[in-house]
């Protein structure tokens, strides 16, 4: 019974869409029209509000690192399975008609959730990349691929699974910027904004 609350809870607070809700109440906009139409916080922070983007940005991480700070703390066990599902209801909601965010502040929020020093690696890698070619969308799959090869070397078969589960989950939320990275026409970072 444990199993099933649990992933069920993990899926209900990955799958609120801070970023619908916040433009639909500070800018009355829906976030489904505007930019890429995603519902996550790199597009929020296209509707020209940075408050309202980054705010999302943080409650998304927070939606995910809730429920894996919990589970790993009571229910050891199925802290996986908690993690897996959070991330699932970010990117499939059941509200939105399984049409959610591309996960990586859920996945953020995830690996910060099972350990800091996996937190620590994305961010690094993610940061580099940003850096050097100035694209978010590359910054975050080689940042989550980053992880993903890391946790090999961990000995830990479930973690490195579940890692390699979300990678290509990422991968595939990600399908339509690669093919404008492939294009290069994908939007690059504006550091001096």
Not at 10 to 33: A, H, N, Q, V, W
Not at 34 to 44: C, D, E, L, M, Q
Not at 164 to 176: A, C, S, Y
């Given at each position: 019974m444990d199993i099933l609350i649990i992933g069920i809870i993990s899926y209900l607070m990955g799958s609120?869409?801070?970023?619908?809700?916040?433009t639909k109440l500070f800018l009355k906009k829906d976030i489904r029209e505007i930019g890429s139409g995603n519902i996550g916080?790199?597009?929020v922070l296209r509707s020209g509000n940075k408050i309202v983007g980054y705010t999302t940005l943080i409650l998304d991480i927070l939606k995910a690192v809730i429920p894996v700070i919990f589970v790993?703390?009571?229910?050891t066990d199925f802290l996986y399975l908690a993690s897996l599902c959070a991330f699932l209801g970010h990117v499939f909601p059941v509200w939105l008609?399984?049409?959610g965010g591309k996960g990586v502040a859920v996945y953020l929020g995830i690996i910060v959730g099972i350990s800091f020093s996996l937190g620590i690696i994305f961010g690094l890698a993610w940061l580099l990349v940003a850096i050097i070619f100035r694209y978010a969308s590359l910054s975050s799959i080689i940042g989550s691929m980053s992880v993903w090869i890391y946790s090999i070397f961990l000995d830990n078969y479930i973690l490195t699974n579940l890692l390699f589960i979300i990678f290509v989950i990422i991968i595939f939320t990600h399908k339509d910027n690669i093919i404008r990275l492939k294009n290069s026409n994908e939007n690059k970072i504006n550091f001096k904004r």
């Amino acid at each position: 019974m444990d199993i099933l609350i649990i992933g069920i809870i993990s899926y209900l607070m990955g799958s609120i869409p801070f970023g619908l809700i916040l433009t639909k109440l500070f800018l009355k906009k829906d976030i489904r029209e505007i930019g890429s139409g995603n519902i996550g916080a790199t597009n929020v922070l296209r509707s020209g509000n940075k408050i309202v983007g980054y705010t999302t940005l943080i409650l998304d991480i927070l939606k995910a690192v809730i429920p894996v700070i919990f589970v790993k703390t009571y229910y050891t066990d199925f802290l996986y399975l908690a993690s897996l599902c959070a991330f699932l209801g970010h990117v499939f909601p059941v509200w939105l008609k399984f049409k959610g965010g591309k996960g990586v502040a859920v996945y953020l929020g995830i690996i910060v959730g099972i350990s800091f020093s996996l937190g620590i690696i994305f961010g690094l890698a993610w940061l580099l990349v940003a850096i050097i070619f100035r694209y978010a969308s590359l910054s975050s799959i080689i940042g989550s691929m980053s992880v993903w090869i890391y946790s090999i070397f961990l000995d830990n078969y479930i973690l490195t699974n579940l890692l390699f589960i979300i990678f290509v989950i990422i991968i595939f939320t990600h399908k339509d910027n690669i093919i404008r990275l492939k294009n290069s026409n994908e939007n690059k970072i504006n550091f001096k904004r």
